[in-house]
């Protein structure tokens, strides 16, 4: 089934940049990886981006830093994968929460990777690096990381994706299936 346009409304201008949003572990890298590569433009990853800038690991910015200055290049980050105008962008499943990135991402083709709990849990694997999922309960964790994020992610959606079970070049493919479909601006090379 194809996903539809939902939530936000439809951008303005060019389909560029088609912005990922979604939890730890909705694939925004790997399926903004496959996406870029059919649309045949740039990827960009806002954690990868936080790290050039910082010159260490995110997990590393979380205990050396903390979590505020990692937020604040996150932020950072986010503005300047945005300002390029083109291409595949995936955020970091928190960077959502801050309200500059909100309001940048209004009126653009942001397109949420929906996962189940269950897929979440065995995706992330409980036992990665990941910063906000350390301590000793991580499933709870992550239910309470999704009950705060959840809202958000669907307030900004312009269209929502399942991802459950779902291979990420099919993902890539129903992406690219609606955003033709909605047709304003969509050109290959």
Do not use: C, H
């Not at 912005?19 to 990886?33: C, D, H, N, Y």
């Amino acid at each position: 089934m194809t996903a539809r346009p939902t939530g936000a409304g439809t951008p303005d201008g060019s389909f560029l940049p088609v912005i990922l949003i979604g939890p730890p572990g909705a694939g925004k890298t790997t399926v903004g990886t496959a996406l870029a590569a059919r649309l045949r433009v740039s990827f960009a990853d806002t954690d990868a981006i936080v790290e050039a800038a910082a010159g260490k690991p995110v997990s590393d910015i979380f205990v050396q830093d903390g979590e505020s200055e990692f937020r604040r290049l996150e932020r950072d980050a986010v503005a300047v994968a945005l300002s390029g105008g083109d291409g595949v962008v995936g955020l970091g499943g928190g960077a959502v929460l801050d309200e500059q990135t909100q309001a940048r991402l209004t009126g653009r083709r942001v397109v949420y990777l929906e996962t189940g709990f269950a897929e979440l849990a065995k995706r992330v694997g409980l036992d990665r690096a990941r910063p906000l999922l350390i301590g000793t309960n991580p499933r709870a964790q992550l239910k309470a990381l999704l009950e705060q994020r959840l809202p958000v992610y669907g307030k900004l959606a312009w269209v929502t994706v399942g991802t459950d079970g779902r291979e990420p070049e099919e993902i890539a493919e129903e992406i690219e299936a609606v955003i033709t479909e909605a047709g304003d601006g969509l050109s290959q090379p």
